[in-house]
């Protein structure tokens, strides 16, 4: 069965630094989203990618964030300077469209801390 | 806005039924979707509705109300394995684009032997 593949599944960095995190959507899926979830929280939306453009982006992706689909394959989120309240379990998910009625399909995360 | 409510916690034994509620007040509706999300776990997919009634799955079937903003799942000969938070979702916006999934805080549901 297809999957979305994310990596790294656990990433540790110091506060102000860079982090870039990595997904490898389902390969015929055109729509792509980040969603994030602190601990004990909801998933909550970061944004949505379409067509090599950002769709939508929720009141938490702010200029510290940027996605990328650099080649035909990877789909990144980049936090550019870490915030210890950016600690989280970040999602990956895809969609084809034409079959939303079965959502997305997630990655299995990465788990973010900021030290 | 949108707003999605379901309870945080609930408790059943083994080989019980068990019915979680969620009601939501979102702009626009293109479905509501359960997922079921095992702690440190990615969700994952167990049911979409988009017009009213019941969608059964094995063991686990799920309702909507469009016109009362309420959506139950129930799940039915419960098993260990089931211990897990149950996530209810809605797409909202224009049901021709794929627009994003917006969750519920989820209900997390303890099995009892």
């Known amino acids: 069965e297809p999957e979305v593949t994310q990596t790294p599944s656990h990433q540790v960095t110091q506060m102000g630094q860079e982090v870039i995190l990595r997904c490898v959507p389902i390969?015929?899926?055109?729509?792509f989203y980040w969603y994030r979830q602190i601990l004990g929280q909801k998933v909550e939306f970061l944004v949505s990618?379409?067509?090599?453009?950002?769709?939508?982006k929720s009141e938490i992706f702010d200029d510290q964030f940027s996605v990328e689909r650099p080649d035909g394959s990877n789909f990144t989120l980049k936090i550019r300077s870490t915030k210890l309240e950016d600690s989280a379990m970040y999602f990956c998910?895809?969609?084809?469209?034409?079959?939303?009625?079965?959502?997305?399909?997630f990655g299995s995360g990465t788990r973010l801390t900021v030290v | 806005g949108q707003n999605i409510d379901q309870p945080t916690e609930m408790t059943a034994t083994e080989g019980a039924i068990v019915q979680i509620n969620c009601t939501y007040q979102?702009?626009?509706?293109?479905?509501l979707f359960w997922y079921q999300q095992h702690a440190g776990e990615a969700p994952t997919f167990l049911s979409y509705?988009?017009?009213?009634g019941l969608e059964e799955k094995g063991r686990f079937s799920s309702f909507l109300s469009r016109s009362k903003g309420y959506s139950y799942l129930l799940l039915k000969e419960l098993q260990m394995k089931d211990s897990a938070s149950y996530l209810c979702?809605?797409?909202?916006?224009?049901?021709?684009?794929?627009?994003?999934?917006?969750f519920g805080k989820g209900t997390r549901l303890h099995i009892l032997p």
């Open positions: 998910a895809s969609s084809e469209l034409g079959t939303a009625n079965y959502g997305y399909t």
């Open positions: 390969s015929n899926h055109l729509y």
């Open positions: 990618f379409y067509n090599n453009e950002i769709s939508e």
């Open positions: 979102t702009s626009g509706f293109n479905g």
């Open positions: 509705n988009v017009l009213d």
């Open positions: 979702a809605v797409r909202g916006g224009d049901p021709n684009r794929d627009d994003k999934i917006i």
